[in-house]
């Protein structure tokens, strides 16, 4: 695959303001990924320290987050429409008026000197004056109460929501329910992680854990579950444990992680394998399992009997569950390059439980990667759900008659969720036992699973 040409470069590996503006620019300009964005950028900074690289995430994904609000209020000040603006200095007005409005502790005088510099540093020097100057107007206002600043009429620009989807969320799911979306999208999260108790009990793991002094909290699924309507142990398999950790900016010190005693997945994503409820020595197969979270939980439940077969599209997300795996150390699970679109003869009729975690918009998790509400189109959604549909064709013949499909996604749409689990359920043999619908919240992710049978005859 030949290298990615870029446009946006560091020029001072140490200074997280411009590793933000970076970020920002490869995602806005560049139409890069976030969460990949961020990581290689940070990546080129090898001598920026843990709290730099803390404030470099915080001000890109808050950024990102409130993008749309903070065009609303720039387009207010800026003489120049903001799609006229060099990208340099649209982003920097961005990142340096979310400092303003959302980040208390960081003096404004500051933070405008800092922009002026930034505009230096990319040899714009003839436009520091610009930027100087709209945002000390701005810090002027905010500073009098001024409503300019503080008062946007339009709700979906005010919640930073593409006014499209802000629509289609009112007419899905009412007012207030979209309401709740667009707040949850703008809530800060901290890593979650699921305990692979087969390997241990979580009292060993919590042990471990304090012992390195890593800062924690016991997350309560049993009543995460009931408030989903799963009341333990009517499936008849026990509850996910599950933690999360705040201060830390990777996993991959940790000893508990390295060992294989936590993998990091959010509690919404740990309902699919709670309904598949699997049994000693069931063959599963995920057939776009890449991470793996869902693949080593269902690994995790079997306690070493039965085989999951993990499945995905390309050798890079193969070998990526396999590091999973390796760290794990779970012997009852393999991983496989395989397209979900093609037939797979040998596999016909032969699985107990059929995970299907696919492609989809993605809006569930819009809080963890903000460029998703950004990007997301219309007809996009359209394209997916009948991709969704063409993968449940065929792998949907890879269960047994009366085993079990889950089908699931991270996103929100009526179209890729419960229209494609009625349509799986009617057209391809199946009946819908159960769905379960998770809104995003300020500790989980907007995710959908379905749990359907297959017919006997």
């Not at 869902?294 to 079997?302: C, E, G, H, P």
């Not at 391809?428 to 297959?454: H, M, N, Q, S, W």
């Amino acid at each position: 695959m030949a290298a990615r040409k870029r446009e946006y470069r560091l020029k001072n590996g140490r200074n997280p303001r411009e590793a933000a503006l970076v970020v920002l620019l490869r995602v806005c300009e560049e139409k890069e990924k976030s969460h990949y964005a961020l990581r290689e950028t940070l990546g080129e900074c090898r001598e920026m320290d843990q709290r730099d690289r803390a404030l470099v995430k915080r001000i890109a994904e808050g950024t990102l987050d409130y993008l749309l609000r903070l065009d609303c209020l720039i387009g207010r000040y800026s003489k120049k429409p903001l799609s006229l603006l060099k990208p340099v200095i649209r982003n920097i007005l961005r990142m340096s008026l979310y400092q303003i409005l959302y980040m208390d502790k960081v003096p404004k005088s500051a933070v405008c000197n800092e922009a002026v510099e930034l505009a230096k540093l990319h040899g714009l020097l003839g436009l520091t004056g610009f930027v100087n100057g709209v945002l000390r107007n701005m810090v002027r206002d905010l500073e009098k109460g001024a409503e300019k600043i503080t008062l946007i009429q339009d709700e979906a620009a005010d919640l930073a929501m593409p006014s499209w989807l802000m629509k289609k969320y009112i007419r899905d799911f009412g007012h207030d329910r979209a309401r709740e979306i667009a707040k949850a999208y703008l809530c800060q999260r901290s890593a979650t992680l699921r305990l692979n108790c087969s390997k241990a009990s979580p009292e060993e793991i919590q042990s471990l854990l304090k012992e390195e002094g890593v800062s924690f909290e016991m997350m309560d699924m049993e009543g995460f579950f009931q408030e989903l309507g799963l009341i333990p142990g009517e499936e008849d398999t026990a509850l996910p444990v599950m933690l999360n950790v705040k201060g830390i900016m990777g996993l991959s010190g940790i000893r508990a992680f390295q060992e294989g005693f936590l993998q990091p997945q959010d509690p919404s994503s740990a309902i699919p394998a709670f309904l598949a409820a699997p049994k000693e020595g069931d063959y599963v197969i995920d057939v776009c399992a890449a991470p793996g979270g869902k693949s080593l939980q269902l690994a995790d439940m079997l306690s070493g009997s039965g085989t999951v077969e993990a499945r995905d599209l390309t050798e890079q997300k193969a070998e990526m569950i396999r590091e999973n795996i390796q760290r794990s150390g779970f012997k009852n699970i393999r991983a496989r390059v395989m397209d979900a679109l093609v037939p797979d003869e040998e596999s016909y009729y032969r699985a107990d439980i059929l995970m299907a975690d696919l492609p989809c918009s993605g809006l569930g998790i819009a809080a963890r990667k903000p460029d998703i509400k950004l990007n997301v189109e219309p007809y996009s959604i359209t394209e997916l759900c009948h991709l969704q549909r063409d993968i449940l064709k065929v792998v949907s013949r890879y269960v047994k008659p009366g085993g079990k499909l889950v089908y699931s996604t991270c996103t929100l749409t009526l179209e890729e969720d419960e229209e494609n689990a009625a349509w799986a359920a009617e057209e391809l043999g199946f009946i819908l036992k159960k769905e379960v619908k998770v809104f995003p919240g300020a500790d989980r992710d907007g995710f959908y699973a379905a749990l359907l049978e297959k017919k006997k005859y």
